[in-house]
């Protein structure tokens, strides 16, 4: 770190310096705190989605029980054909959001399964659709998190670091330049006494 210098260009400089870590603190803890609760929404989502994914499994387990039949071959029934992103920019951080989740359902002999396979499809078209959900959402939350760990860390360096030692740096070099002030005037003072003191002997 260079020496810092006591004159006033200096103070000048670190004046400067503290006006706009001052400005800028403001708008980076608007930024850290617009990160934190967008991270609480996909944390809601990512709670919510999983909470889904739950539901149905119970839900599948009560209503169709006949799927712990061997006979029924069930696999390959369902499978995700394309998954679309999109990206959203939330001040400077891209995140994914799913748009679409296409699934393909293998055709079968309507007459060569039973009835209840319909609905399996359905409940497994659901899950799918919903285990895709969760990986973004699990996606936008680990970046978000980076989010927020950045920006609080800025937020320490301004709060924390840079402003406080400007404030210190301005202090130290008024007190030099004070100090230096009244030394000039002593200095004067004295000179003026001893040229009048040699003027009158």
Do not use: C
Not at 88 to 95: I, K
């Amino acid at each position: 770190m260079a020496k810092l210098q006591l004159n006033k260009s200096s103070l000048a400089r670190e004046s400067q310096s503290l006006r706009n870590y001052e400005r800028f603190l403001p708008s980076l803890d608007l930024k850290r705190q617009q990160l934190m609760a967008e991270r609480a929404k996909a944390v809601r989502a990512l709670s919510q989605t999983r909470g889904q994914i739950g539901t149905l499994t119970r839900q599948v387990g009560r209503s169709l029980p006949m799927l712990s039949n061997q006979d029924v071959d069930l696999t390959g029934l369902v499978r995700i054909s394309d998954v679309r992103l999109a990206t959203e920019n939330l001040v400077g951080t891209h995140l994914p959001r799913l748009e679409a989740v296409e699934v393909e359902v293998k055709s079968y002999a309507l007459l060569a399964k039973p009835h209840w396979v319909d609905n399996v499809v359905a409940a497994l078209r659901e899950v799918l659709e919903l285990r895709v959900r969760v990986q973004v959402d699990e996606r936008r939350l680990v970046l978000l998190d980076g989010a927020v760990k950045t920006i609080t860390q800025r937020v320490n360096l301004f709060d924390k670091v840079l402003i406080p030692n400007a404030r210190a740096n301005i202090k130290r070099i008024k007190v030099f330049l004070s100090d230096e002030e009244m030394a000039a005037v002593v200095r004067s003072k004295i000179a003026k006494r001893k040229h009048s003191a040699e003027g009158t002997v």
